[in-house]
């Protein structure tokens, strides 16, 4: 699909600056252009660039000056940076605008679909699944029976759905997650471990995105519950009865043990780890790596660390421990010279 500059500026409320009829059909960095490829300026590094770039149009910011002749044309906007990402998303909304039914899925007869939907080759939607308007589930999704799917919702192919779950309105749930597995919980009984049913189920609300291969358990009974506005990374593992608050972002790698209970707006880096039945209060921040194995409740706090300290705490912990061999070198000379006398 073809744009003009034109088009484009009315889109981001920019201003050309050059050809208006100046055509593009796909994106590019400024640095790889090519014609035909609309690309941005926002990044002052890059700004040797636009003069050589081979991209027939370039999005810059309205505070622009150019050194130099710039053959491309120009569309001036406020910011490049949030019109270029408003153009992504227009972009993606054509790129996934599927409809239809595929005959090669398979859609119980007592399943109910929203219009406008897509179900692609090989999904599976079971009894009694109520699907909303504009949901896109792509080939070998399996969604199981009794579960809730809201409107414009997508489902990555390989996306696994267990029985019972909720999944909101306008969420990106992304290839080979799995939702509503059973939470990780066994009694030893004579020496064996014995299986706890797992008869909750999970419940994601609206505006969550998760990336690919997470895995979410369902509850013992109750709810798993990732609140409204979640971002989460790849390969992340939320166990039984976790609840996750509002607009809390987790980087890839991280696991929560079950019965954590995250507040709203945290930011939580790569491969943090937290064991079971802890609080973490609302805008908590951990940074990569960091163990937690105790509540964290004073809110708005950062952390890191193994377990998580504070991180004034921490930095002056990890200057002591830098210097270890050295203090224990001298430990060592003053023993010895204490025998001495």
């Known amino acids: 699909m073809e744009f003009t500059a034109a088009q484009i500026a009315g889109m981001i409320n920019g201003t050309v600056e050059g ?5 593009i059909s796909k994106l590019s960095k400024i640095e790889e252009g090519v014609p035909g490829s609309l690309s941005f300026l926002a990044n002052p590094l890059y700004t040797q660039y636009i003069y050589n770039t081979q991209a027939s149009i370039v999005i810059v910011n309205n505070t622009f000056v150019a050194d130099h002749p710039v053959a491309t044309t120009l569309i001036r906007v406020e910011s490049a940076d949030i019109a ?3 153009l992504l998303e227009v972009y993606n909304k054509i790129k996934y605008d599927k409809r239809g039914i595929s005959p090669r899925s398979s859609v119980s007869p007592s399943a109910s679909l929203g219009e406008n939907c897509y179900i692609g080759d090989f999904a599976v939607i079971g009894d009694n699944v109520v699907i909303g308007r504009n949901v896109k589930i792509y080939p070998h999704v399996f969604i199981d029976d009794n579960c809730n799917i809201g409107d414009n919702t997508m489902l990555f192919s390989g996306v696994k759905i267990y029985t019972d779950n909720i999944i909101g309105k306008n969420c990106i749930i992304h290839a ?8 990780f919980r066994f009694n030893q009984q004579d020496g064996l471990n014995v299986k706890v049913p797992q008869i909750g189920n999970v419940v ?14 369902r509850a013992t009974f109750g709810s798993t519950i990732i609140r409204k ?34 507040g709203k707006n945290c930011m939580i880096s790569g491969h943090v780890s937290m064991t079971n039945h802890i609080t973490i209060a609302d805008g908590t921040m951990l940074g990569g790596g960091t163990g937690v194995s105790r509540s964290l409740t004073k809110p708005g706090q950062a952390y890191l660390g193994v377990p998580a300290l504070e991180v004034s705490k921490f930095r002056r912990s990890i200057a002591l421990f830098r210097n270890l061999p050295e203090l224990a070198g001298r430990i060592t000379k003053l023993e010895k010279e204490s025998q001495k006398r």
């Open 19 to 23: 050809n208006p009829g100046a055509t």
């Open 84 to 86: 270029f990402a408003k």
């Open 176 to 183: 080979g997650t799995v939702i509503g597995s059973d939470g």
């Open 204 to 217: 994601i609300e609206d505006d969550v995105e998760m990336g690919a291969n997470c895995t979410i358990d």
């Open 229 to 262: 506005g979640v971002k989460f990374d790849n390969m992340i593992h939320i166990a039984h009865n976790v609840e996750v608050g509002e607009n809390t972002v987790i980087a890839a790698g991280t696991g929560i043990a079950g019965s954590v209970k995250v």
